[in-house]
């Protein structure tokens, strides 16, 4: 059996990583997704007028972000069920 330790630096140096990685991803995420919007835009708007085009980019860049908050919920889940 393991003894409990507390703090250590270890455990200090997982957290400060965990956090500060996963804030880094989800920036970079960001910027790949909005880096081609005027390009998308006026591919949308060849079909749609550019407000609508506009919109619906908007909508899109929404439900990105929206469902990988519903997918980090999930996933310890999906983890500890299938895997481990």
Known sequence: M????GVTINLIL???TTCFGSSFVVGY????INLP???IKKFLSKHITYFDASVLY????SV???SA???AFCC????DTFGR
Do not use: R
């Open 69 to 71: 908050a519903i997918a």
């Open 14 to 16: 997982a957290i400060f």
């Open 2 to 5: 393991v003894a409990q330790q």
């Open 58 to 61: 908007a909508f899109v860049n």
């Open 37 to 39: 919007e005027d390009n």
């Open 76 to 79: 310890g889940y999906v983890a």
């Open 64 to 66: 990105l972000f929206a």
């Open 29 to 32: 995420n960001s910027a790949v």
